[in-house]
């Protein structure tokens, strides 16, 4: 599975948009990107997933660039309770196990 | 559904004790993985399985043990405990078909090795 690259932390005004980003240059064509947020010590919860095309759920917005090294993940009226680590990974779904390393996320803070 | 469900929650072990961690899930997800997440640090892999009766290493084998007897649990066998093993654990599962789902992780088990 590629490696992430992504900033160790951010801060985001509530009510504003979010917007973190991730690099993964050595993607492969058939690996996917995800997102998950980690709250305090709970379990990661997934956010949402893509290929190569934009992607929107009731939870978020994922843009991926046109050559696929990198991607960001867009919340767009963040509020205190968003305050999560973010991981994003890339992985080769249906093969493997699909198995993924986590790196260390970005700590996203929402202000009040 | 309860989803993937751990126990126990919280642990204290002495050192050369031995304990399991029990995780099982109901959506019949092929899929099942170990993480632990030391402070302040990201989830490394420790074993993974892609069906019953089949398990392989991850990141972070050392010091573990798994088997996979049926789909629904996935228990990870520690044997001699040591303070390198304080951490939280996490247990998660996918599906394997051709929906390309993420993982639902359960809500982990603290682990101190005294």
């Known amino acids: 599975d590629a490696k992430t690259t992504q900033p160790p932390s951010m801060d985001c005004a509530e009510g504003r948009a979010a917007n973190l980003p991730c690099n993964h240059s050595?993607?492969?064509?058939?690996?996917?990107v995800y997102w998950y947020r980690q709250i305090h010590s709970q379990g990661p919860q997934y956010i949402i997933h893509g290929l190569k095309n934009n992607e929107t759920n009731e939870m978020a917005s994922l843009i991926i660039t046109e050559d696929r090294k990198s991607s960001t993940l867009i919340l767009p009226h963040a509020t205190l309770r968003d305050t999560a680590v973010y991981y994003c990974?890339?992985?080769?779904?249906?093969?493997?196990?699909?198995?993924?390393?986590f790196g260390d996320g970005t700590t996203l803070t929402v202000k009040p | 559904n309860a989803g993937v469900t751990q126990t126990p929650k919280f642990r204290i072990l002495k050192i050369g004790q031995s304990m399991t961690l029990q995780c099982t899930q109901d959506?019949?997800?092929?899929?099942m993985y170990w993480y632990r997440q030391d402070p302040g640090m990201g989830l490394k892999l420790i074993y993974y399985s892609v069906g019953a009766g089949i398990t392989d290493k991850g990141e972070v084998p050392n010091g573990y043990n798994v088997s996979r007897s049926t789909t629904e649990d996935f228990p990870l066998r520690l044997e001699l405990a040591a303070p390198s093993q304080t951490s939280v654990y996490f247990c998660a599962s996918s599906y394997s078909g051709v929906r390309q789902d993420g993982y639902t992780f359960g809500s982990g088990t603290r682990l101190t090795v005294v």
């Open positions: 990974i890339v992985r080769v779904a249906n093969t493997n196990a699909g198995k993924s390393t």
């Open positions: 959506m019949n997800h092929n899929y």
């Open positions: 050595t993607i492969s064509g058939n690996e996917y």
